[in-house]
């Protein structure tokens, strides 16, 4: 197995999983798989910066063991304590037992209610630092970002930075770096990790940037626990997060909707006709078959969001509500929104969208638009309309901005 050293005595010793195809139970699709990152510090103390999930323990001691014996271990950082990083701290310590751990104070609660380990825990907050002999470790509490017990490891002597989950992507590659892979593949999962993971974190992710910027430390490497480690130029990821942080958007409609006998349907795909005449980009997803990870991401920098559903029961459909309350969990600002619906002999789909757009913060551009049973040529012709119209809308805020 070949070592993969990453700076000068830093090792990565993580794992790939290359079959996962769901994340956080399934609220995720990582149609590409994943990695679990761990890094080995060699120096005249040794440290452990993050583990791996559990199942890959072994995998991650096969590399540790490619390095040094693990006995040989003094101290393991813990950036954060979900399984999918510390998962393999039972199996690793049964090697190391004299090792210290080192994490946040709600670490150490997390890390005894997960494992009801007893282990020899030194608590770190922000400031404190790890004098491994000729590097030094320094750690940045980052709560909610994003747990709450969550932080970041920093070695200035080869100005590193180890910030666990964020920065992330899901992205299983035999590559290590940023520079072996597509950018345009490695962007595409980096947006989607944070526009289904982060995208709440907004303003705690704006404040921790800021945090980090003020210390006015160098970094010319970052290393998260997920995908792959940015080298070529750590600024491109954090640009992108201050801009997904600000909400910052382009002009850009996405449609999903959910419909009963395909009414519904055919006023979304008139809709995006009147949207895409305008000059709007607009995506369209049925969301009975569509991947809500890859929506979401979609929506992360879209100004504009049109939202549709046959009335059931006098309300929406129960997918497109299920995804409506993820939405508005992601607490999207600085948007627009409109919507639609077809119904039978009493509507009320629309009026419930538009209740949830509001929950969530959502601007409603302009009214919902109906129609019963099936859409005749003229009220396909209005939906037309009606999509042209939004795009107006999105336009008038660009020319504004």
Not at 268 to 279: F, K, L, Y
Request: glycine share 8%; hydrophobic share 40%; net charge negative.
């Amino acid at each position: 197995m070949a070592k993969s050293e990453i700076k000068k005595d830093i090792f990565w010793v993580g794992a790939v999983d290359w079959n996962v195809r769901n994340f956080h139970g399934h609220t995720y699709s990582t149609s590409r798989g994943t990695t679990y990152n761990s890094y080995l510090i060699l120096d005249e103390k040794i440290a452990l910066v993050d583990t791996v999930y559990g199942p890959f323990a072994q995998e991650m001691i096969r590399r540790i063991k490619e390095v040094i014996d693990p006995a040989k271990i003094d101290y393991i950082v813990v950036n954060h304590v979900e399984t999918d990083h510390s998962g393999a701290l039972p199996e690793i310590l049964k090697l190391c037992p004299k090792a210290r751990l080192m994490g946040t104070a709600k670490c150490r609660e997390g890390l005894e209610k997960h494992y009801y380990g007893k282990w020899d825990f030194q608590t770190v907050k922000t400031g404190d630092k790890l004098n491994l002999g000729k590097k030094t470790l320094s750690f940045i509490e980052a709560p909610m970002v994003h747990w709450p017990d969550s932080m970041f490891t920093y070695c200035p002597q080869e100005k590193l930075l180890l910030p666990n989950d964020a920065f992330g992507q899901h992205y299983a590659t035999a590559e290590r770096f940023d520079d072996e892979v597509d950018n345009a593949v490695l962007m595409e999962e980096a947006t989607k990790y944070y526009a289904n993971i982060l995208w709440p974190l907004g303003s705690i992710i704006l404040g921790k940037i800021g945090e980090v910027q003020k210390m006015n430390i160098p970094i010319d490497m970052i290393a998260p626990s997920h995908g792959i480690i940015w080298r070529r130029d750590p600024a491109e990821i954090i640009n992108a997060y201050l801009s997904w942080a600000k909400n910052q958007t382009v002009p850009k409609a996405v449609i999903v909707y959910e419909t009963m006998w395909g009414a519904t349907a055919k006023m979304a795909e008139r809709i995006a006709q009147g949207i895409s005449d305008s000059n709007i980009q607009v995506k369209l997803f049925d969301i009975v078959v569509s991947d809500r990870t890859e929506i979401i991401k979609e929506m992360l920098n879209a100004k504009g969001f049109v939202i549709g559903s046959s009335t059931h029961d006098n309300d929406m459909l129960p997918t497109i509500a299920a995804f409506l309350e993820f939405l508005k969990g992601s607490k999207p600002r600085e948007r627009l929104a409109c919507a639609f619906g077809s119904y039978g002999w009493a509507g009320g789909a629309t009026k419930e969208i538009e209740g949830i757009m509001k929950e969530a913060g959502i601007e409603l551009a302009q009214a919902g638009i109906g129609v019963k049973y099936t859409p005749s040529e003229e009220e396909l012709n209005l939906c037309y309309e009606f999509g042209k119209e939004f795009a107006g809308k999105i336009l008038q805020e660009k020319l504004s901005a």
